[in-house]
């Protein structure tokens, strides 16, 4: 079985710094994905980041880049450049690739608030 | 371009009544999923189909039961509703035929409170 853990529950940061957001998981499997989901006050789920375990090179969309280590079990994002919208829970999440089958296994979240 | 539906936004039931929560996509998609997601505990799989036909227990899947309708709604029952089952409820689906590892695209969650 997978697990995910999210160690830092709450974090928060002035506008316009940078923040990493820590996710660590255990997996005996090799070819898998990583994902960082973040879920505003509205409860939307939007996904941020995809990562997939076979590539060495760390996603990046916009603002928002991901240090995997995939040694260490590490799927970290990073937020550069923090704005207002950014305030949100943040999952890290887990998927197996299995035919048919790619349920995701989800951390506890952080929920991150961005000071004006 | 609607994505992931779900019905109802908001319910109040009374313990040991009964209700289905509706999900239908319009992506094409052959896989689709219901969790829960309860404060401090992410969200949980309660079941899930991997294709039009098919449904499989997730982590907690006692007190459900579901229904892969077609390819396009996946319904999620609560038989005898209970306190414990208070949550939000989330609705997902991924998978276009025969591309992997794609993300889960969400519903907006239904709000169930069982008193």
């Known amino acids: 079985a997978q697990t995910v853990t999210q160690s830092q529950p709450e974090m928060s940061v002035q506008e316009a710094e940078t923040v990493t957001l820590s996710c660590t998981y255990d997996t005996s499997e090799n070819n898998y994905y990583l994902f960082w989901y973040k879920q505003p006050p509205s409860r939307q789920m939007i996904l941020v980041i995809r990562?997939?375990?076979?590539?060495?090179q760390n996603a990046t969309e916009n603002r928002f880049s991901v240090n995997f280590q995939k040694a260490a079990k590490s799927f970290s994002l990073k937020i550069s450049e923090s704005q207002l919208g950014d305030t949100a829970m943040y999952f890290c999440a887990f998927m197996v690739t299995n035919f048919g089958n790619e349920k995701l296994t989800f951390g506890t979240g952080t929920r991150l608030t961005i000071i004006p | 371009n609607a994505g992931v539906t779900q019905t109802p936004k908001f319910q109040v039931l009374k313990t040991g009544q009964s209700m289905t929560l509706q999900c239908a996509q319009d992506m094409n998609h052959n896989s689709m999923y219901w969790y829960r997601q309860d404060p401090g505990m992410g969200l949980r799989l309660i079941y899930y189909?991997?294709?039009?036909?098919?449904?499989d227990k997730g982590e907690v899947p006692n007190g459900y039961n579901v229904s892969r309708l077609n390819k396009r709604e996946f319904s999620l029952r609560l038989e005898s509703a209970a306190p414990s089952q208070t949550s939000v409820y989330f609705c997902?689906?991924?998978?276009?035929?025969?591309?992997?590892?794609?993300?889960?695209?969400f519903g907006d969650g239904t709000r169930l409170s069982i008193l």
């Open positions: 997902a689906s991924n998978r276009p035929p025969n591309r992997g590892g794609q993300p889960q695209h």
């Open positions: 189909s991997a294709s039009e036909g098919t449904t």
């Open positions: 990562q997939e375990a076979y590539k060495q």
